[in-house]
């Protein structure tokens, strides 16, 4: 009897193992979604060297998606349709939530900035224009706001907590009017051409703004900054093979020297290893807000 269980059990293993190994998804091509932090041609272009390192790495070709917005990544995700992206801490937060069955393991380290000081985080600003006259939150009451897209951390997320703990007044009745721009880059614009009184934008994202002179050096003031956020994961799905997804850690945690041409133009001065627990703040912020 000892036997014919342990001939069962070896049956069992030799059945099961090649069944378990079979499971996992090696897509060809790769799907890689990105967030929209700013246009979507200016971002194709910005992240073609990564693309480029990736598919001479991985032997097959990069599908680079650029999403409408931080939701439709997360839709990605969850359907099976992304294999590998960039979301925003708050969309990760909301992708976990509903079980994306996905991995964080890379994201940027930035250069230090006048309003980024910090190389893994960068904070949520609410802006104006200097010569408008507003000092002050409370002088926006009744005003109109811009915000980048309803699952961007800094753009909606922590904007939304902060005006109702500091005002008492939910957001959309503090101001008479709020729209979403899509990206920080269009809702710093709304701002620049009067479209909008204020918006909530990321620091890194003004950074850069004020390092390519799109905004002037005394253009902006800000009335109201968060406290330090992580900064974007790239992640990856948990059914990609194994082996494909050493490859793709490699790609951005191993030698990065051919793309740092890529990372100066981001402002930033390479990758480093994230996880899960490097969200779970923000992790517990989304959760309460559900």
Request: proline share 6%; aromatic share 6%.
């Amino acid at each position: 009897m000892k036997k014919i269980i342990a001939c069962l059990s070896g049956l069992l293993l030799l059945t099961t193992s090649p069944a378990s190994a079979a499971s996992c998804e090696d897509p060809r091509p790769l799907r890689f979604a990105l967030s929209p932090v700013v246009k979507a041609e200016a971002q194709m272009a910005q992240y073609r060297p990564l693309v480029e390192r990736l598919e001479q790495h991985l032997g097959r070709r990069v599908e680079l998606i650029p999403a409408a917005s931080y939701g439709s990544v997360v839709e990605g995700l969850l359907a099976g349709g992304v294999d590998l992206a960039e979301l925003g801490p708050a969309s990760y937060a909301m992708a976990m939530s509903r079980g994306a069955g996905i991995v964080a393991f890379a994201s940027f380290a930035q250069r230090t900035s006048p309003l980024t000081e910090a190389s893994t985080r960068y904070r949520s600003l609410l802006i104006v224009r200097r010569d408008a006259g507003f000092g002050r939150l409370e002088q926006l009451r009744g005003r109109t706001v811009s915000l980048t897209d309803p699952a961007s951390t800094s753009g909606s997320v922590l904007p939304r907590l902060a005006i109702d703990e500091l005002t008492r007044t939910p957001l959309e009745q503090f101001f008479q009017r709020v729209t979403f721009a899509g990206s920080h880059d269009r809702a710093i614009t709304a701002v620049q051409r009067r479209l909008v009184d204020a918006a909530f934008v990321s620091s890194s994202r003004l950074d850069e703004a004020l390092r390519r002179g799109t905004v002037a050096p005394g253009e902006i003031a800000i009335l109201w900054q968060s406290t330090p956020i992580p900064y974007d994961p790239f992640v990856l799905r948990e059914r990609l093979c194994p082996a494909l997804a050493a490859r793709i850690r490699q790609v951005f945690l191993g030698d990065t020297t051919a793309l740092q041409g890529m990372f100066r133009e981001l402002n930033m001065t390479g990758f480093v290893a994230a996880g899960d627990e490097d969200y779970r703040e923000i992790r517990e912020l989304f959760g309460s807000r559900q």
